[in-house]
């Protein structure tokens, strides 16, 4: 296993990403500029819909799709759960008139997917449907589920935290609670429930280094607007009180003069869907656009991107970037600002990147944005005639034959790349720096890097960091401004 010493909390990984834009995983860059990449809809969404999972008809559990929820790859499948409600109010954060409940579909691609009929709970007098076995209770309106394999027990192996609608008029909404379940599809609730005392409406879980993460958003620290805030267990049973202040977008003001002001600011909603990258988690979150006069029909959201390294603290590589833009979404409300959900499922899928999200007004429905390859942002040299360097954190190589490759376009005949390696100390590792360094002109999403004499990286007792430079314009590189860097990637992926 790789040790990737960078950020707050060390990680073991078999594969380490250092992704352009993490910089916790690569401090150190001079002469690049960064640049993050917007999600592209469906091909052809032009022309066609950008809906992977449709609406059920008038009348049925699920004609009104809200995501919320998750996607899951276990082996060659992949797994979803969304929130189906019935009811089709045009602004579905009303409540009133809703009735969640917790749907699954499946698919072995990520795109194309199949509602089955589970036979699990009977609606409108037939069993014909895709509705989980969940207590009927529970209105639910958000899901986020991880598949914890490590668990030793085989009915723990599927976890949800959720909060739904309590009181006699469905008014209000309960704190955090769990259930647990051994195949996603029949559900048990902790008898200890709700294990948190505050409302928590939250769309991210993660289990990080041992211990268990949810992300979203509540009133557990003062000032105006939603704040990502992050509450953690280590048993899934028993979280804690408070909550770690993750992320603000709002002024951190106080006082009873601002009570009057709501709906106006720059603030995260429901906090952030989860997504392990192996050392550094990608967080998808809401990015909510205040209306000046706190009208929320005017209220706009895209969804933002952010980084962790310990699942607590995250920052965004560009503050306020639209990493998935809401405009142009078909089926948005006449009337009223565009606005989507995030939900918990980013996959690799051969040479794309998948990202399943929702509208969140309207009738929602499930939709897909796509990258190429972990292509969701780059470092590209910006200034002629100098040398444009970054060099990553430290990482240790246990044992002999860890490969390294890059994700990099722009590279040819009249564009390079050279990659060292040198120790924790920033020294030249001798044959794999100088004049054994490794020239790289061939573009692609994972081109193996191959220095004089090595193919892969030595086992040592010290750390190592790889420096990679483009430049300056020579002969040899005239176009150093060609080259995008995506990713590098050390070590063996698993998938």
């Not at 990099?408 to 990659?419: H, P, T, Y």
């Amino acid at each position: 296993m790789l040790r990737v010493l960078g950020g707050p909390s060390e990680m073991q990984v078999q594969e380490a990403t250092f992704f352009a834009f993490d910089d916790v995983c690569i401090p150190f860059r001079t002469n690049f500029q960064l640049h993050l990449i917007h999600g592209k809809r469906t091909p052809g969404w032009r022309d066609g819909p950008t809906v992977v999972v449709p609406r059920g008809p008038p009348g049925s559990h699920d004609e009104g799709v809200h995501y919320y929820g998750s996607t899951i790859r276990v082996g060659d499948e992949f797994h979803m759960w969304y929130i189906g409600r019935v009811g089709r109010n045009p602004n579905w954060a009303n409540y009133e008139g809703f009735d969640g409940r917790l749907c699954y579909a499946h698919s072995r691609d990520g795109i194309h997917w199949t509602k089955p009929e589970l036979g699990l709970v009977e609606y409108q007098g037939s069993r014909a449907n895709n509705i989980v076995d969940f207590p009927r209770h529970i209105d639910m309106f958000m899901a986020p589920i991880i598949h914890d394999p490590e668990d030793p027990d085989p009915n723990r192996r599927f976890k949800i935290t959720f909060s739904h609608r309590t009181g006699p008029s469905g008014d209000r909404r309960g704190g955090l609670s769990v259930a647990y379940s051994p195949d996603g599809l029949h559900w048990t609730t902790s008898p200890n429930n709700p294990r948190g005392s505050v409302a928590f409406e939250h769309s991210g879980l993660i289990k990080w280094n041992g211990c268990y993460f949810a992300n979203g958003h509540s009133v557990g620290h003062p000032g105006p607007g939603r704040k990502m805030e992050t509450y953690a267990s280590y048993d899934f049973e028993h979280w804690t009180e408070g909550s770690a202040l993750s992320m603000t977008r709002s002024p951190r003001l106080e006082g009873p003069d601002l009570e009057d002001r709501q709906n106006i600011w720059e603030e995260i909603h429901l906090g952030a869907g989860l997504h392990s990258w192996g050392n550094v988690i990608l967080a998808i979150y809401g990015q909510w656009h205040g209306y000046p006069y706190g009208d929320r029909r005017y209220v706009t959201i895209d969804l933002g991107l952010a980084i962790s390294h310990d699942a607590i603290h995250f920052h965004e590589p560009i503050p306020d970037f639209r990493f998935i833009p809401s405009r142009e979404e078909r089926d948005t409300r006449l009337g009223a600002g565009p606005a989507l959900q995030q939900g918990q499922g980013m996959e690799n899928v051969g040479d794309k990147t998948l990202y399943w999200y929702s509208i969140w007004r309207g009738d929602g429905q499930v939709r897909l944005a796509q990258w190429e390859r972990d292509r969701l942002g780059y470092v590209q040299p910006y200034a002629a005639g100098t040398r444009a360097q970054f060099i990553t954190c430290p990482f240790s190589v246990p044992t002999a034959g860890a490969p390294v490759h890059l994700n990099v376009s722009g590279l040819g005949e009249f564009a390079s790349a050279r990659v060292e390696v040198v120790d924790h100390h920033f020294r030249p590792l001798p044959g794999f720096s100088g004049d054994d360094a490794a020239t790289l002109r061939e573009s692609g999403l994972r081109v193996p890097v191959r220095w004089a004499n090595h193919d892969s990286l030595p086992a040592t007792d010290t750390p190592l960091r790889l420096k990679l430079e483009v430049g300056p314009v020579s002969r040899d590189c005239p176009r150093p401004d060609d080259v995008k860097i995506y990713a590098a990637y050390v070590g063996l992926r698993s998938g």
